[in-house]
């Protein structure tokens, strides 16, 4: 069973960054993808980025060249930088993983408690 832990939301003026951080446990090995997904109310819960076991990331259109995804040395905790924000981009992150190698090929089976994104001026 693993146990993820999303931190850094905030508040931000469009254009500005915030940096989100997961932190995993529980999973005795590497064999899992985990990324981040996002929702706002009334909304379904939207992907925005996941990282493969072999470390290769896969971005949204919409986020594509703005955001970026990396895990560090130890494998547990996953990041999300994000630049050029925009008001669009206001909703909660969740962090979320599953066993194998991609993420969009079947149900995500652990989430985190999501973490509130807010872009206004």
Known sequence: ??????SGGGSVQPGGSLRLACAASGFSNN???I???RQTPGK???WVAYI????FARYADFVRGRFT???DSTRRSLFLQMNSLKTEDTATYYCGARGGWDCLSGRI???GQGTPVTVSS
């Open 1 to 6: 069973q693993m146990q993820l832990m999303e």
């Open 31 to 33: 064999n899992y993808c």
């Open 35 to 37: 990324g981040w997904w």
């Open 44 to 46: 379904e819960r939207e």
């Open 52 to 55: 493969r076991p072999d470390l």
């Open 69 to 71: 995804a990396s895990r």
């Open 109 to 111: 089976q652990w989430w």
